[in-house]
């Protein structure tokens, strides 16, 4: 298995580019099935997820032309509406065709999740979501099989809670339903707003995308369309807070400081500068300061960032609370922080962190995305070596990053 070595403390120095946004080009992805036309999507970044996902897509029928951050997609007849479980087992949002494939073929059968490192995350808000729009769901042999042989009719789904991926796939699943839609409590994320952008290039009518309330007309027809995803913004944070916990000095060039406010506005508050430009600067600090930060839906301090902010409060003087309301899981990270010297106390869902402690390196085990990620920033300011080890889950959503941190002085490699 694939581990980073890590020599810590450098402050980086630099400019880094963001690649596009993971979590916007899945869903995207997942709109070419409602359509038998070529959909090429731009900015697409080289990560697992997005390998998964093309694979998924092939087995439903598309053809999937990748060059580069390029890709053109084009399903000209869906042969099998279907998830299988080896896929959807490794790539929660594999769910994220169940709403294509129900409004394109009028019916879908896609393996239920299972468990998961950070939280139960069932998908029970997508399929009440989707009865709502006159599909009949049933559960059999683990997989979910929902069926409108009739079609989609518009329909008015109000979320019990906000969900990202329940509110894409709804949305995907309203554009081509008959009449009106109308998604309350929807998500408001930037992913969403760029899935909608999307769709309406392909003749979808939306309105409110980004908004809590989201009205669609359903057409009955999508036509081909060419689109670039927007930046990732978990990754530019990632960087940001790379820049702050080394106290080095980097530019994040492509970033949209639009999506990343209530990190900007944390980190600004522990005493890092940011200067918004062009390019998104960060000024670590010679002292931070402790500040405290619950995760919230989008425009509030994102979940995806939340193991990364922990790493960085274990260098900032003073304790700090760290509360997670989205996922009840996600505190992983916090137990290989404390190997490295980290003084971190979980109590349900808050964390309590104490800082500055020194840290050292040691070997960590990544459990999920973002852990790997807080456990690489650690590393950066650790003593001595340390060794990451299941790196695959990185590379799940980030392009490269020890290459793109080696490029600003960090001395990072990846040994087989
Ligand atoms: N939930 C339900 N029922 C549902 C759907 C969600 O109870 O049917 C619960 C979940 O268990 C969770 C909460 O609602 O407690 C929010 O989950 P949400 O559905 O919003 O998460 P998601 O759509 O599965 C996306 C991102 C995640 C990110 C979350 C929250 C994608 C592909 N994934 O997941 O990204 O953490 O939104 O912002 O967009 C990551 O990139 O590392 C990652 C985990």
New binding site residues.
Partial sequence: MEKFLIHGGRPLHGRIAVSGA??AA?PAMAAALLTGEPVRLENVPRVRDIRTMARLLGTIGAEVDAAGGRHTIRCGEIRSPEAPYELVKTM??SSLVLGPLVARAGRARVSLPGGCA?????????LQGLEKLGARIRQEHGYIEAEAPNGLRGGEVRFE??????TEDLLMAAVLAEGDTVLENA?R?P?VADLAALLVRMGARIEGAGTGTIRVHGVARLAGATHAIIPDR?EAGTFLLAGAITGGELAITGARADHLAALIDRLREAGAEIKVGEDIEVHGAGRLASVDVTTEEFPGF???LQAQWMALMTQAHGASTITET???NRFMHALELARMGADIVIEGRQAVVRGKTPLSGAGVIAS???ASASLVLAGLVAADETVVDRVYHIDR?YEKIEEKLSAVGARIRRVG
Avoid: C, S
């Fill in positions: 993971k979590n899945l929660r949002a950070i939280g139960a995350r069932p998908i029970n808000l997508h809670r906000i969900t990202v991926t329940g998500a994320e992913e978990i994102a979940t995806d989205i996922f009840e999920d995305l973002r959503g």
